[in-house]
């Protein structure tokens, strides 16, 4: 909207078992969470100023996920895409930890049942990875299927939630 002043945007960048995760918030709001070398990476200049205090409870809540306390993420988010992307990423957030749902389970689960293509494009943006489970997606015989962070990094996240459930 005209006159509006552009959302305050900050990131830090943390250290995981996955490698670097660059966490980026807007106005105090979650907006992206990105592995290195992750596909659909924004510019650097999108991220804002680095300071990393408006992810704190994000780093722990993260730390916590990684060493197996922490099942469901409690934060802030701003989903910034599409009404369908963010309908599928809201979808993404009921996947109990530690299952998985096919691309066309997700379709079907959002009253879109052949649209389990957009569904795995929508996936594919998904800005906020780990916290909104894009990992937890398969393929219709429930083979791993592309992931934006690599397929190594699927195995890991998947084999995390299952190693603690």
Known sequence: MPGEAAPHRAHTVI????GPLTLVAADGELVALHMDRWRHRPIDEEYGEPDPRPFQTA????????D???TRFDLPLRLN?????????RTLMEIPY?????????????GRPTAARAVGHANARNPISIIVPCHRLVGSTGD???YGGGLDRKRQLLALERRNT
């Open 98 to 110: 530690g299952e998985t749902m096919t691309y066309g389970e997700l379709a079907a689960k959002i």
């Open 68 to 70: 197996g306390r922490r």
């Open 144 to 146: 791993l299927t592309g």
């Open 81 to 89: 895409g599409t009404p369908f992307q963010k309908q599928v990423w």
């Open 15 to 18: 250290d995981s078992p996955l």
């Open 59 to 66: 780093i722990t809540q993260l730390g916590e996920y990684f």
